[in-house]
Each structure stands twice: as structure tokens, then as C-alpha cells.
């Protein structure tokens, strides 16, 4: 009750500043959502480095984030093919630092931490900087992204609250039900037709956003039970705790990592095929 209480105070709180951000970013300052994207990633990166470093594994935190702000500006500024030649510069930069520093002690614990770090945040949530990338209606596809994730995450939590009976993997995510999964899956397609009324104007085919919608929540759910089954094999229940009931910048992000990926791959199959 006190969770459901505090989501109630800080949740609008919440939707009115990623609401204005969004509106600043479409009609003012094109890509200043970018930035407060590229800045949460980091701020989660960094509390999923404290997560790991608690738990005895420790990363090379600077050239972690280093790494992730290089493949954020990457996904805004750089064509698509330079991204296998940067990945791999970083995974060899890293490689080089690690043998000038002459410590081979818990070498690959430190070379997979930082690598894990970087790739389940910033790479992973690099997808979505790439949505906006988009020429048309890269802003608008964004917003579905949003509105699936958060909605579908809503429903569930109300839902899988109120009435959640069947478990659905209780090894890696105790509370989540089947309940909870339905409503977060029902809550993404009504959220995905209120932005194509808004934000699109009706002009994208049912064919072709409700299946994004449902990729879209199906992935934010993956991503949920992901960042799940990291806290849980770390023994912690909220990598921070920024904001009350919500807890840090890496709770808050979490169903981007996967929704993220998987709507952008749907929309280079589809709709930016050619």
C-alpha cells in the first residue's frame, strides 16, 4: 500500500516532465530528449556498476562510461556502419589498458564486468537513440516506445496487485504474475492506439502498429524480468533509490532494454526496409 501510494504522488510528477520533454524535444530543441536520455543511461550504467562492485565484482567504472557515452553519441551522430568497427576499438582499448596495467589478478572478472556493464545499459538503450534517429516520424515512433513500456508497466503492476494469482517465473521475479503480464500487454496496445491518434495522426496501418505495440510490450517485459534476474543473482532488490517506489535510474529504465532493440529491428523489417 505504501508502494501504491507513493507511485500515485511521484507518478504524475513523472509522466508531466517526460510529457514536457517530449513536447520541448518535438516543437524547440530537437534531440535535448537525447541528452536527458544519454544521461540516464549513464546514471544507470553507473548504479549497475555499484550493483555489480557490492556484490564483490568490480569494473573499470571510467572507461565503462566512457564507452557508453561514445556509443550513445555514436547512435545520433555516426552512420550505422561504423558500429561494429567502434565496438570493436572499445573491446580492444580495453584489452590494451588491461595489460599495461601488469595486474592479470581477477583480470577477466574485471574485463566482464565493465564489457557487461556497457552492454546490457548504454548498447542496449543506444537502440532507442536510434529511433529517434529516424528522418520520418523517428519522434513519433519514440513516443509508442515510451507509452508501451510505462502504460503496460502501469497496468501490470495494478493489475498483477489487485488480482495476480498464477506466478509467472517466480525463480527470477517473485511478484510478477500472468495476471499482470496480460493487463501490461492490454494496457501497451490501448497506450500504442492513443499515440497513434495523437502523435501520428491515424496515418500508420492497425497491420502495422499493433504488432510494434505488442513487440514493443513483449520486450518491455523481457527487460523487466532481466533487470530481475540481475538484481536477484546480485542480491539486492533496487539498484538506488532516486526516486521513492520506483527506486534508482536502472529500475526506471529497465523495460527500455530489450523493448528498445526489439521495436527498432521491427521498424528496420518494416517500415524502414528499403
Known amino acids: 500500500m505504501k508502494d501504491l501510494k507513493q507511485r500515485l504522488t511521484f507518478g504524475p510528477i513523472l509522466i508531466a516532465a517526460v510529457v514536457g520533454?517530449?513536447?520541448l524535444d518535438r516543437d524547440y530543441?530537437?534531440?535535448?530528449?537525447m541528452v536527458v536520455l544519454g544521461l540516464l543511461t549513464l546514471a544507470a550504467q553507473h548504479e549497475f556498476y555499484g550493483m555489480l562492485e557490492r556484490h564483490g565484482l568490480r569494473a573499470r567504472r571510467a572507461?565503462?562510461?566512457l564507452f557508453g557515452a561514445v556509443t550513445l553519441a555514436a547512435a545520433w551522430w555516426l552512420d550505422s556502419s561504423y558500429?561494429?568497427?567502434?565496438l570493436v576499438g572499445m573491446l580492444v582499448l580495453l584489452l590494451v589498458v588491461e595489460i599495461l596495467g601488469r595486474n592479470p589478478k581477477d583480470a577477466p572478472t574485471r574485463i566482464g564486468t565493465t564489457l557487461l556493464g556497457w552492454l546490457v545499459v548504454p548498447l542496449l538503450l543506444s537502440s532507442a537513440v536510434h529511433i529517434r534517429g529516424f528522418e520520418k516520424d523517428g519522434w513519433d515512433w519514440l513516443m509508442l516506445l515510451i507509452v508501451c513500456c510505462k502504460v503496460g508497466d502501469s497496468a501490470a503492476y495494478l493489475v498483477g496487485s489487485a488480482i495476480g494469482k498464477h506466478k509467472l517465473i517466480p525463480e527470477v521475479s517473485p511478484n510478477k504474475s500472468w495476471e499482470g503480464?496480460?493487463?501490461?500487454l492490454l494496457g501497451a496496445v490501448i497506450g500504442g492506439y492513443l499515440v497513434m491518434e495523437w502523435a501520428f495522426g491515424g496515418r500508420v496501418e492497425a497491420a502495422i502498429w499493433?504488432?510494434?505495440?505488442?513487440i514493443t510490450n513483449v520486450g518491455a517485459q523481457f527487460g523487466d524480468l532481466a533487470e530481475s534476474l540481475l538484481k536477484r543473482g546480485c542480491e539486492t532488490k533496487d539498484s538506488a533509490s532516486t526516486v521513492p517506489a520506483f527506486g534508482g535510474t536502472?529500475?526506471?529504465?529497465?523495460?527500455?532494454?530489450?523493448a528498445a532493440p526489439a521495436l527498432h529491428g521491427y521498424l528496420l523489417l518494416t517500415v524502414y526496409s528499403s
Do not use: Y
Not at 29 to 33: D, M, R, S
Not at 250 to 258: A, G, R, T
Open 63 to 65: 572507461m565503462g562510461a
Open 21 to 23: 520533454l517530449f513536447i
Open 250 to 258: 536502472f529500475d526506471m529504465v529497465d523495460s527500455f532494454l530489450i
Open 29 to 33: 530543441l530537437p534531440g535535448i530528449a
Open 83 to 86: 558500429g561494429l568497427p567502434l
Open 210 to 214: 499493433i504488432p510494434a505495440a505488442i
Open 181 to 184: 503480464a496480460a493487463a501490461s
